[in-house]
């Protein structure tokens, strides 16, 4: 009996890797604009299918030196963002976008807000009392999504092998798309050239 229960776990196991192998690739590239690189670009697959909610995940911009930080925030929909005041001073966070509206006021250093961010598009961020205070959450309708780094450069990981649109978001003019291959395993590169 012993061996015949260990040859069945053996059969199962045989059975059961192929499908717990995941195919997934990685997506590399680089960002360029009309003065080179471009950091903080969002970059994200448009057409995945499958549903997906950030919910239950969290994420933070921070006031500070009047400043937000980060200046660009992408989220997957349904993510829950903090905005934490850490200036000794009073600011105001308020968004008029359709896709999310929402004003408030924070007094002192500590002050916390939270808002859940359900709807994909993009949301400036502004403060009523600081004019030069400045930002973006982006939320996205699936977790394929990456933030250029200072040099322009990118990196989408486990993405399930396929044919995508990618986009690359900016913040000036219109997003850039291309058709982008991601292999079962290995990486597939993107260039996007900009304006
Ligand atoms: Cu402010």
Known sequence: MIGRTTVLLGLAAFVVAPSLARANGEIIGMVQGGKGRVANAVVSLVDVSGSFSGAGKSAQMNQKDKEFSPSVLPVLKGTTVRFVNS????????????????????????DTSEMVFDKPGIVPIRCHIHASMKAYVVVLPNPYFALTNANGLFRISNVPAGTYTIKAWTGHGAPETQTIQVPASGEAKVIFKGA
């Not at 929402?102 to 002192?108: G, I, M, R, T």
């Open 87 to 110: 200036d000794p001073f009073f600011h105001n966070v308020f968004s008029s976008s359709t896709v999310k509206q929402f004003n408030v006021s924070q007094e002192k250093v500590g």
